[in-house]
């Protein structure tokens, strides 16, 4: 049987994310200027990989300006992530969004219930998606899964305090996969670097949970910029 070539259209036109380049690079290259947001915790916030963003995007064509504004939010969850959303993130009017906010609604405090379960993390990042393209519709939103956590030595318990992580990226992968959005999914490729070499890894994530100005560099960025360059 032959492929309905406008079914299969439309289901492209229904799904932009899915192997789509980012709407964010073709604008560059096209001479558009581009505000771009990046949103979700500590590993935004601090994240040596945003740096890295910004300094690569401002080559792709430098007659076009990149206005990079870094919302991280270090210590927050989803929670306080869509209570910021307007006036961190929807004001500064992005012409591409990329979130994370899992890592951190995975944690939980000790012989305390989980402050977001799974099902209410999915529904906050479903509901910033809708805030999103209600309020800018022709806004790129890219979804992030980060890296696993581990109890390094030194650490506060990382890995203890979040057992159910892989979970909580899973339902990223799920919210991206059912709204069309282009996912960049660093655990698979951490827990990668993980099973060849735990020691690296526990080298790159040293304090349990964050990388390392390196690691997030050599691991993180590239990822970044290969999932905006496809």
Do not use: C
Not at 21 to 42: E, H, I, P, R
Not at 52 to 65: D, F, I, M, Q
Not at 142 to 164: L, Y
Not at 188 to 203: L, V
């Amino acid at each position: 049987m032959k492929p309905n070539l406008s079914i299969l259209g439309a289901l492209l036109l229904i799904a932009p994310g899915l192997g789509s380049a980012s709407q964010l690079v073709d604008n560059l290259k096209a001479g558009k200027d581009q505000t771009v947001v990046v949103y979700g915790t500590s590993l935004t916030a601090g994240g040596e990989w945003t740096k890295a963003l910004k300094s690569w995007l401002e080559t792709v064509n430098p007659k076009a300006k990149v206005t990079f504004v870094n919302s991280g939010q270090s210590g927050k969850n989803s929670i306080v992530g869509l209570e910021k959303l307007d006036a961190v993130v929807i004001a500064k009017k992005p012409d591409t969004v990329l979130i994370e906010f899992a890592v951190n609604d995975a944690g939980r405090r000790e012989g305390k219930p989980v402050a977001v379960t799974q099902e209410q993390s999915g529904k906050n990042l479903n509901e910033m998606i809708d805030r999103i393209r209600k309020a800018l519709p022709g806004t790129e939103i890219i979804i992030q899964t980060m890296n696993p956590a581990w109890d390094a030595p030194n650490g506060n318990r990382s890995g203890s305090i979040r057992p159910e992580l892989a979970s909580y990226y899973e339902v990223y992968r799920k919210v991206a996969a059912e709204r069309g959005l282009k996912l960049i999914d660093h655990n698979k490729n951490w827990e990668k670097i993980r099973s060849e070499n735990e020691e690296q890894f526990n080298t790159y994530v040293a304090d349990g949970v964050h990388p390392t100005k390196d690691a997030s560099v050599k691991v993180t960025f590239p990822e970044v910029k290969k999932a905006l360059e496809e």
